[in-house]
């Protein structure tokens, strides 16, 4: 794929997780019910439609891709294109009335992480990034923070109770006994928050692929680091730690 190419993947993602977005508002604070899933994790009509749009923006647009998405599973393509979504990541944010849920966009080439979108439409806040082509925060450049020492960091974790689920509880404990501060900010939000270096370090022991996918470009491209707890960049695995780079090393010795 050419650096052109992969610049015009990445504006077509942008336009479609912001439509997809003005979408999802149209139920936002508005009572919406939600069902509860066999993984006992919540959905809503707004979830569904969402989904249901950026499948046929992308269907119509690249007939050839294959698509995988929270709520109507995967579609496969002919080419090594795929694209990986979340139509509201953070539902429990959503339905709660809290502005922090995101519509995240990703996209694949050859089994990596080519570009993505993480989308708060809340917030009016959009990060994107491509591979070697940076990353952005709505019209400005995004970049990690430079906190460099443990004691200063920020630390996210979007729940305690996967870390103990997931048997990482005690790995996190001894991150938090070394960092300045630690707080809740939950799902893609944490990661925009480390991409634009408003946080230093986020944990989660509890992802899917369609958590990861779109998160993944746009920490890298803002100069940061998103791994498993060994180190490991897999946007597949089932747990995440995303550091600005400089505190990578030392988030790995505290988590080891």
């Given at each position: 794929?050419?650096?052109?190419?992969?610049?015009?993947?990445?504006?077509?993602?942008?336009?479609?997780?912001q439509e997809?977005g003005?979408?999802?508002?149209?139920?936002?604070?508005?009572?919406?019910?939600?069902?509860?899933k066999?993984?006992?994790?919540?959905?809503?009509?707004?979830?569904r439609?969402?989904?249901?749009l950026?499948?046929?923006?992308i269907?119509?647009?690249?007939?050839?891709?294959?698509i995988l998405?929270?709520?109507?599973?995967?579609?496969?393509?002919s080419e090594p294109?795929?694209?990986?979504i979340?139509p509201?990541d953070?539902?429990f944010?959503?339905?709660?009335g809290?502005?922090?849920?995101?519509?995240l966009?990703?996209?694949?080439?050859?089994?990596?992480?080519?570009a993505?979108?993480i989308h708060?439409?809340?917030?009016?806040?959009?990060?994107?990034?491509?591979?070697?082509q940076?990353?952005?925060?709505?019209?400005g450049?995004?970049?990690?923070?430079?906190?460099?020492?443990?004691?200063q960091?920020?630390?996210?974790?979007?729940?305690?109770?996967?870390?103990?689920?997931?048997?990482?509880?005690?790995?996190?404990?001894?991150?938090?006994?070394g960092?300045g501060?630690?707080?809740?900010?939950?799902?893609g939000?944490?990661?925009?928050?480390?991409a634009?270096?408003?946080?230093?370090i986020?944990?989660?022991?509890?992802?899917h692929i369609?958590?990861?996918?779109?998160?993944?470009?746009?920490?890298?491209?803002a100069?940061g680091?998103?791994?498993?707890?060994?180190?490991?960049?897999?946007?597949?695995?089932?747990?995440?730690?995303g550091?600005?780079?400089?505190?990578?090393?030392?988030v790995?010795r505290?988590?080891?």
């Amino acid at each position: 794929m050419t650096p052109e190419q992969l610049t015009d993947i990445r504006a077509f993602a942008v336009g479609i997780a912001q439509e997809a977005g003005r979408l999802t508002l149209d139920y936002f604070q508005r009572g919406v019910s939600a069902e509860t899933k066999p993984d006992n994790s919540p959905v809503t009509i707004a979830d569904r439609r969402s989904e249901e749009l950026l499948r046929d923006r992308i269907a119509r647009r690249f007939p050839t891709h294959g698509i995988l998405g929270e709520e109507h599973g995967e579609t496969a393509g002919s080419e090594p294109a795929r694209w990986i979504i979340d139509p509201i990541d953070g539902t429990f944010s959503f339905i709660s009335g809290v502005p922090l849920y995101c519509v995240l966009v990703g996209f694949e080439w050859q089994g990596e992480m080519a570009a993505g979108v993480i989308h708060m439409p809340a917030l009016r806040e959009t990060i994107h990034a491509a591979r070697g082509q940076g990353c952005a925060w709505n019209d400005g450049v995004a970049r990690v923070s430079d906190i460099g020492e443990l004691a200063q960091a920020r630390v996210s974790c979007t729940s305690m109770k996967w870390n103990r689920r997931n048997g990482r509880e005690p790995h996190y404990q001894r991150l938090l006994d070394g960092v300045g501060h630690d707080r809740g900010w939950p799902d893609g939000y944490a990661y925009a928050l480390l991409a634009t270096g408003r946080v230093d370090i986020v944990v989660d022991a509890g992802m899917h692929i369609w958590d990861t996918a779109a998160v993944l470009p746009c920490v890298t491209e803002a100069g940061g680091t998103l791994t498993d707890f060994t180190g490991i960049v897999d946007h597949r695995r089932p747990e995440a730690v995303g550091t600005n780079g400089r505190l990578f090393e030392a988030v790995m010795r505290a988590l080891g």
